[in-house]
């Protein structure tokens, strides 16, 4: 089992810049591939970009490709999401996710996901 806690989100102006982290506890962390995903009110939970467990590969959607980047540290556990020149579409609940040996694109990841709590960001125009 794995343990998720979110960090870092906030109220940013259009065109800023934020960095969430999520610290993962528990036991084999390295074993799984950690994500975020993001709900905007009144939308569906979207991947927005993961990072695989063995060699680091790295996803991203289609909306935030090149504005946003996913690292993680093995040593800290930690997974963060850089995120870059956003805009008011950017505006969401973000959760950080683990899924244990998950494939390289989150939407194949299916059920058994582990979740966190979520971090709201909200960017003005």
């Known amino acids: 089992q794995v343990q998720l806690v979110e960090s870092g989100g906030g109220l940013v102006r259009a065109g800023g810049s934020l960095r969430l982290s999520c610290a993962a506890s528990?036991?084999?962390?390295?074993?799984?591939?950690l994500g975020w995903f993001r709900q905007a009110p009144g939308k569906e939970r979207e991947s927005v970009a993961a990072?695989?467990?063995?060699?680091?590969?790295?996803f991203y959607s289609g909306s935030v490709k090149g504005r946003f980047t996913v690292s993680r540290d093995n040593v800290q556990n930690t997974v963060y999401l850089q995120m870059n020149t956003l805009t008011s579409e950017d505006t969401a609940v973000y959760y950080c996710a683990a899924r244990l040996y998950g494939a390289r694109n989150p939407t194949d990841w299916g059920g058994m996901i582990k979740w966190g709590k979520g971090t709201l960001v909200t960017v003005s125009s």
């Open positions: 528990g036991r084999s962390v390295s074993d799984y591939s």
């Open positions: 990072i695989s467990w063995a060699e680091g590969y790295t």
